[in-house]
């Protein structure tokens, strides 16, 4: 059973910046892709970001040139880092192994001036 833990959430004004971390525990996490997810209100949720074991990436079409995902396998740590944040990015945040039914609470995201 995988355990994910997010933070970093919190209130920013447009065209600031937010990381966010996922911590893992209970699992091989290097052996496993990771993402992130959002949903926003009245929204479905969508792919964020997703990192593969090997350190490569994608991302979802509005965020590719202002978020950059990262991974810490000695931490067993997932990052977003979220530039240039703008209203539309206000959303719960979800980390998730990624193909797998393992997710976390989810952090709050909220920006606004």
């Known amino acids: 059973q995988v355990q994910l833990v997010e933070s970093g959430?919190?209130?920013v004004q447009?065209?600031?910046?937010?990381?966010?971390?996922c911590a893992a525990s209970g699992?091989?996490?290097?052996?496993y892709a990771m993402a992130w997810y959002r949903q926003g209100p009245?929204?479905?949720r969508e792919l964020v970001a997703l990192i593969a074991t090997g350190g490569g990436t994608t991302y979802g079409n509005s965020?590719?040139?202002?978020?950059?995902?990262?991974?810490?396998n000695?931490?067993?740590?997932v990052y977003l880092q979220m530039n240039s944040l703008k209203p539309e990015d206000t959303a719960i945040y979800f980390?998730?192994?990624?193909?797998?039914?393992?997710?976390?609470?989810?952090?709050?995201v909220?920006?606004?001036s």
């Open 14 to 21: 447009p065209g600031g910046s937010l990381r966010l971390s």
């Open 110 to 112: 909220t920006v606004s």
């Open 63 to 72: 965020m590719r040139g202002r978020f950059t995902i990262s991974r810490d």
């Open 9 to 11: 959430g919190g209130l």
């Open 42 to 44: 009245g929204k479905q």
């Open 27 to 31: 699992g091989s996490f290097s052996l």
């Open 95 to 108: 980390c998730n192994v990624y193909s797998k039914n393992y997710w976390g609470q989810g952090t709050q």
């Open 74 to 77: 000695a931490k067993n740590t």
